[in-house]
T-cell receptor
Framework: KNEVEQSPQNLTAQEGEFITINCSYS?????LHWLQQHPGGGIVSLFM???GKKKHGRLIATINIQEKHSSLHITASHPRDSAVYIC????????????FGGGTRVLVKP | EPEVTQTPSHQVTQMGQEVILRCVPI?????FYWYRQILGQKVEFLVS????????KSEIFDDQFSVERPDGSNFTLKIRSTKLEDSAMYFC?????????????FGPGTRLTVL
């Protein structure tokens, strides 16, 4: 049973397009992280949020705790945004460990 | 900007051998983590470490695994007798505070290949 589901699994966009990646989880959480994994494998934390909305540059992350859903938006996408975006949650009833989604592979074409 | 470093970047070993993966967390961070990612699969939590002891571990982290902070700067993951299925990318991460309230910073990873 996947506690964290992401959609879509793969996404191709043209440069400049608005991109939305979704994350749904089935359990109570303490916090949710959005991570970016570069083609070389390195992982960078983009956002940590437990409520509301955060914005950093062209990236916006939102979370709806009641609906157990989060979205990551990329505005004015650029080829350098091509990466795998991973949602991860702290499940507070399961010993407070970080549980990861399967990732969304994003390709932005010039 | 401070960063988490990991060595080696790639380790090749024979099945049954012991390996030690090394990490240097960001200096003022107090919480440390190991994760692994088998090729093509999700990232998986292995263990978290705080105040010189394991605070949480997953079912993957069995008796073959151990962690240590030997000298106040390094944070190591030891696999005592490697199996083929231990082949994966291993990521170390650290955070200043409990990661339910703070960002985790990830190292670049060590690719472990068990032959």
């Amino acid at each position: 049973k996947n506690e964290v589901e992401q959609s879509p699994q793969n996404l191709t966009a043209q440069e400049g397009e608005f991109i939305t990646i979704n994350c749904s989880y089935s359990v109570g959480i303490s916090a949710l992280h959005w991570l970016q994994q570069h083609p070389g494998g390195g992982i960078v934390s983009l956002f940590m949020l437990s409520s509301g909305k955060k914005k950093h540059g062209r990236l916006i992350a939102t979370i709806n705790i009641q609906e157990k859903h989060s979205s990551l938006h990329i505005t004015a996408s650029h080829p350098r945004d091509s990466a795998v975006y991973i949602c991860a949650v702290w499940i507070w009833v399961a010993g407070n460990k970080l549980t990861f989604g399967g990732g969304t592979r994003v390709l932005v074409k010039p | 900007e401070p960063e988490v470093t990991q060595t080696p970047s790639h380790q090749v070993t024979q099945m049954g051998q012991e390996v030690i993966l090394r990490c240097v967390p960001i200096s003022n961070h107090l919480y440390f983590y190991w994760y692994r990612q088998i090729l093509g699969q999700k990232v998986e939590f292995l263990v978290s470490f705080y105040n010189n002891e394991i605070s949480e571990k997953s079912e993957i982290f069995d008796d073959q695994f151990s962690v240590e902070r030997p000298d106040g700067s390094n944070f190591t993951l030891k696999i005592r007798s490697t199996k083929l299925e231990d082949s994966a990318m291993y990521f170390c991460a650290s955070s200043e505070r409990d990661s339910t309230t703070d960002t985790q910073y990830f190292g670049p990873g060590t690719r472990l290949t068990v032959l």
